[in-house]
């Protein structure tokens, strides 16, 4: 088991930045795919992006060269850092954790891109 919390969300005017961080109750060292989703209103859950345990990272076609998943072992904390954000990037942005093939999910932080 794990327990994520995320931070860093909030408001952003279009073009801004936002460095999400994810941190684990428990070392990630040992755990495989990391990943951060997101889900606007009226919209289904999306992933955004992955990272596992080798740093091998996959996005989604609309934040690639935009964002940029990150994991610290020795901080038992996972980041996305985003970069040129568009207001279609508004969605509350939740990580995840993958152990045993069961999706462990924190509570989620609200990123607001509007002018």
């Known amino acids: 088991q794990v327990q994520l919390v995320e931070s860093g969300g909030g408001l952003v005017q279009p073009g801004g930045s936002l460095r999400l961080s994810c941190a684990a109750s428990?070392?990630?060292?040992?755990?495989?795919?990391m990943g951060w989703y997101r889900q606007a209103p009226g919209k289904q859950r999306e992933v955004v992006a992955s990272?596992?345990?080798?740093?091998?990272?996959n996005y989604a076609d609309s934040v690639k060269g935009r964002f940029t998943i990150s994991r610290d072992n020795a901080k038992n904390t996972v980041y996305l850092q985003m970069n040129s954000l568009k207001p279609e990037d508004t969605a509350v942005y939740y990580c995840?954790?993958?152990?045993?093939?069961?999706?462990?999910w924190g509570q989620g932080t609200q990123v607001t891109v509007t002018s």
């Open positions: 995840s954790g993958t152990i045993d093939g069961y999706i462990y």
């Open positions: 428990r070392n990630i060292f040992s755990i495989y795919l």
């Open positions: 990272i596992t345990t080798g740093d091998r990272t």
